[in-house]
């Protein structure tokens, strides 16, 4: 299924108006979008339990006015494996037809918003063109990831060879669904110092692990945890959007999690882990018995070793307020960024339009050059100077220099001293698992959780993902790599939580990363680490280009600029089990690789 988690319904000529037995649930969506529980199918779409609560039946009382039907096209008008929008008058739909036959659905990734139909379209299933996650053309089921929501599926129905849409006008609007979830059954006090299921962190991997234990039928208590102090939030964008609000970037709110029986605690930081009594240990003396673990912590910043660490007005962008204030901060004033690590480079992005100067520390020749290869990095770097950012790289802090507890000046090895109202570190991450030292739970010598390909730790009952994990990677020969992407968090949660029910699933994707600078978005599929040469067409002067990137004779990884669908067309392939050699791409004819359906 090409990196999918299930194989597709068969396709019909008559779909079933799926969605409309699940409208009610558009109302627990946020008011951003960002969010419904990401929905993952099981084969052929059906739900493996179902709670009393959850209603599949499609409701009688729906009026006609509720809909909107019109003709869209000739049947001829597409071809096999094409793709396309149709207006339908209250909103649009993606048409596609595949094997002869039609299928609608919505025509917005949920994620954010990228039109599907420049996506790529494969065996039942279509790929988002900005960030790669996966639907299903007959059940509109999310089947890999980034994002948490599902499309609305429309009836559509051949007459006199035209091709007649008709769709429910809320969903034509909304253009996402959440799948429905079972509800708690047992009699909880929110005081009692046991969950069936436990989950340290509220990330992508936390909330992707709770959700699906509720989609799958789970019906015990499902306890979240979290230091921050709000619901859980899209991350990724702090960096590129340092001025929105945690309400802004919210991906659940309180209400949703409670409408679901997902018990969130706020502001609670683990301090130890018993797994002789099952009990996880809370630093206000909260002590908490599991039955099952998923620990989901996430990374901490990199220590690093200067002078006068007791300054204000320097950040480790962890959280919304960080964000805002370092935003604040910059305003006409002079922004030090210490690190070239992609969160970094986004963060010295952003102030360029706010900050009167923008200056970048990194101990690298180039940024990103052991993750995108020196061209790359340097066609990067060519765009930020010009936009104003100065670097001073193969170069480190020595000093950072404040008056009255406040920051002035950052002081380099060279001697190079800068101005700084504002720093913002962003030298790279460790693990967030030194409470885990003396638990036994077994730890690697960089302090990441070692799993297996079912997502368990050494210890049964106990389970881990996200950025903390060491985990077997298919595509390299079981090879134990950490792969800190927000995608692949997603993953992780969906892995771990049907195992946790005894329904034990494999990895079945492929890497997916994106950063987006000056407008400019690098998109980035596979697994690239170790790659030993760069095969790049297009121009990079331009910013439009592809990088494939090889080990041997064969393509681990892609990168791209202003190249769509092609990162997520190479996505498609690799997830397939299909190999693309060195060969393939050196010729410069990549138009093998380009959807041709897509309109």
């Given at each position: 299924?090409?990196?999918?988690f299930?194989?597709?319904?068969p396709?019909?000529?008559?779909?079933?108006?799926?969605?409309?037995d699940?409208?009610?649930?558009?109302?627990?969506?946020?008011?951003?979008?960002?969010?419904?529980?990401?929905?993952?199918?099981?084969?052929?779409?059906?739900?493996?339990?179902g709670?009393?609560?959850?209603?599949?039946l499609l409701?009688?009382?729906?009026?006609?006015?509720?809909?909107?039907?019109?003709?869209?096209?000739?049947?001829?008008d597409?071809?096999?494996?094409q793709?396309?929008?149709?207006?339908?008058?209250?909103?649009?739909?993606?048409l596609?037809?595949?094997?002869?036959?039609f299928?609608?659905?919505?025509?917005?990734?949920?994620?954010?918003?990228?039109?599907?139909?420049?996506?790529?379209?494969?065996?039942?299933?279509?790929?988002?063109?900005?960030?790669g996650?996966?639907?299903?053309?007959?059940t509109?089921?999310?089947?890999?990831?980034?994002?948490?929501?599902?499309?609305?599926?429309?009836?559509?129905r051949v007459?006199?060879?035209?091709?007649?849409?008709?769709?429910?006008?809320?969903?034509l609007?909304?253009?996402?669904?959440?799948?429905?979830?079972a509800r708690?059954?047992?009699?909880?006090?929110?005081?009692?110092?046991?969950?069936?299921?436990?989950?340290?962190?509220?990330g992508?991997?936390?909330?992707?692990?709770?959700?699906?234990?509720?989609?799958?039928?789970?019906?015990d208590?499902?306890?979240?945890?979290?230091?921050?102090?709000?619901?859980?939030?899209?991350?990724?964008?702090?960096?590129?959007?340092?001025?929105?609000?945690?309400?802004?970037?919210?991906?659940?709110?309180?209400?949703?999690?409670?409408?679901?029986?997902?018990?969130?605690l706020?502001?609670?930081?683990?301090?130890?882990?018993?797994?002789?009594?099952?009990?996880?240990?809370?630093e206000?003396?909260?002590?908490?018995?599991?039955r099952?673990?998923?620990?989901?912590?996430?990374s901490?910043p990199?220590?690093?070793?200067?002078?006068?660490?007791?300054?204000?007005n320097?950040?480790?962008?962890?959280?919304?307020?960080?964000?805002?204030?370092?935003?604040?901060?910059?305003?006409?004033?002079?922004?030090?960024?210490?690190?070239?690590?992609?969160?970094?480079?986004?963060?010295?992005?952003?102030l360029?339009?706010?900050?009167?100067?923008?200056?970048?520390?990194?101990?690298?020749?180039?940024?990103?050059?052991?993750?995108?290869?020196?061209?790359?990095?340097?066609?990067?770097?060519?765009?930020?100077?010009?936009?104003?950012?100065?670097?001073y790289?193969?170069?480190?802090?020595?000093?950072?220099?404040?008056?009255?507890?406040?920051?002035?000046?950052?002081?380099?090895?060279?001697?190079?001293?800068?101005?700084?109202?504002?720093?913002?570190?962003?030298?790279?991450?460790?693990?967030?698992?030194?409470?885990?030292k003396?638990?036994?739970?077994?730890?690697?010598?960089?302090?990441f959780?070692?799993?297996?390909?079912?997502?368990?730790?050494?210890?049964?009952?106990?389970?881990?993902?996200?950025?903390?994990?060491?985990?077997?990677?298919?595509?390299?020969?079981?090879?134990?790599?950490n792969?800190?992407h927000?995608?692949?968090?997603?993953?992780?949660?969906?892995?771990?939580?049907?195992?946790?029910?005894?329904?034990?699933t494999?990895?079945?994707?492929?890497?997916?990363?994106?950063?987006?600078?000056?407008?400019?978005?690098?998109r980035?599929?596979?697994?690239g680490?170790?790659?030993?040469?760069?095969?790049?067409?297009?121009?990079?002067?331009?910013?439009?280009?592809?990088?494939?990137y090889?080990?041997?004779?064969?393509?681990?990884?892609?990168?791209?600029?202003n190249?769509?669908?092609?990162?997520?067309?190479?996505?498609?392939?690799?997830?397939?089990?299909?190999?693309?050699?060195?060969?393939?791409?050196?010729?410069?004819?990549?138009?093998?690789?380009?959807?041709?359906?897509?309109?």
């Amino acid at each position: 299924m090409g990196g999918c988690f299930s194989k597709p319904k068969p396709v019909e000529v008559k779909v079933e108006l799926s969605l409309l037995d699940k409208e009610k649930e558009v109302d627990g969506l946020s008011p951003n979008g960002k969010a419904s529980p990401f929905a993952e199918c099981r084969p052929n779409g059906a739900l493996a339990h179902g709670s009393d609560d959850d209603s599949t039946l499609l409701p009688l009382y729906h009026k006609p006015r509720d809909y909107v039907e019109a003709s869209v096209c000739h049947v001829k008008d597409l071809e096999n494996g094409q793709m396309r929008e149709v207006d339908l008058g209250s909103g649009r739909a993606l048409l596609i037809k595949e094997h002869g036959e039609f299928t609608a659905m919505g025509h917005k990734c949920p994620h954010y918003g990228a039109p599907l139909v420049k996506g790529v379209l494969s065996k039942g299933h279509v790929r988002c063109p900005w960030h790669g996650a996966c639907f299903n053309i007959a059940t509109g089921d999310i089947e890999d990831f980034p994002g948490l929501d599902s499309l609305p599926i429309f009836q559509v129905r051949v007459e006199k060879d035209k091709v007649i849409i008709r769709a429910n006008k809320q969903a034509l609007q909304s253009q996402k669904r959440s799948k429905p979830m079972a509800r708690c059954s047992a009699v909880i006090n929110s005081n009692t110092g046991f969950s069936h299921v436990l989950i340290i962190g509220s990330g992508p991997a936390g909330l992707v692990c709770a959700e699906t234990l509720r989609q799958e039928g789970f019906t015990d208590r499902i306890v979240m945890c979290t230091m921050d102090k709000h619901p859980p939030y899209d991350r990724p964008k702090l960096s590129k959007s340092l001025e929105s609000t945690a309400e802004q970037l919210r991906l659940r709110s309180m209400d949703f999690l409670q409408d679901h029986d997902i018990e969130l605690l706020t502001e609670k930081e683990v301090v130890a882990i018993d797994v002789k009594t099952q009990s996880v240990i809370f630093e206000d003396g909260l002590r908490m018995e599991y039955r099952k673990l998923f620990i989901a912590t996430g990374s901490r910043p990199k220590p690093m070793n200067y002078k006068g660490k007791d300054v204000r007005n320097v950040f480790h962008l962890r959280t919304p307020e960080d964000a805002n204030s370092i935003a604040r901060l910059a305003n006409n004033k002079n922004a030090v960024i210490v690190g070239t690590s992609f969160v970094g480079m986004e963060v010295a992005a952003a102030l360029t339009d706010k900050a009167h100067s923008v200056s970048v520390i990194g101990i690298e020749s180039v940024p990103f050059k052991k993750a995108l290869g020196e061209k790359v990095g340097k066609a990067i770097m060519k765009l930020f100077e010009a936009n104003r950012v100065k670097f001073y790289m193969l170069n480190e802090v020595s000093e950072m220099v404040g008056h009255h507890g406040q920051l002035k000046e950052v002081v380099l090895k060279s001697g190079k001293v800068l101005r700084a109202d504002v720093c913002v570190i962003g030298a790279g991450s460790v693990p967030a698992t030194g409470f885990l030292k003396q638990s036994g739970i077994h730890l690697d010598s960089k302090g990441f959780i070692t799993v297996n390909k079912n997502m368990q730790t050494n210890v049964d009952g106990v389970f881990a993902g996200g950025d903390v994990v060491m985990f077997p990677f298919p595509p390299r020969n079981n090879k134990k790599v950490n792969i800190p992407h927000w995608q692949m968090a997603h993953v992780h949660g969906k892995v771990a939580a049907l195992s946790m029910m005894g329904r034990a699933t494999e990895i079945k994707t492929v890497p997916y990363f994106w950063s987006a600078m000056f407008g400019k978005t690098i998109r980035y599929a596979g697994y690239g680490d170790g790659f030993d040469d760069v095969i790049i067409q297009g121009d990079l002067d331009e910013l439009r280009f592809v990088a494939f990137y090889t080990r041997s004779e064969e393509v681990v990884s892609v990168t791209s600029m202003n190249y769509d669908p092609i990162v997520s067309r190479v996505a498609e392939v690799l997830g397939s089990g299909k190999t693309i050699k060195k060969r393939d791409v050196e010729t410069g004819d990549i138009s093998w690789l380009i959807d041709k359906g897509s309109q």
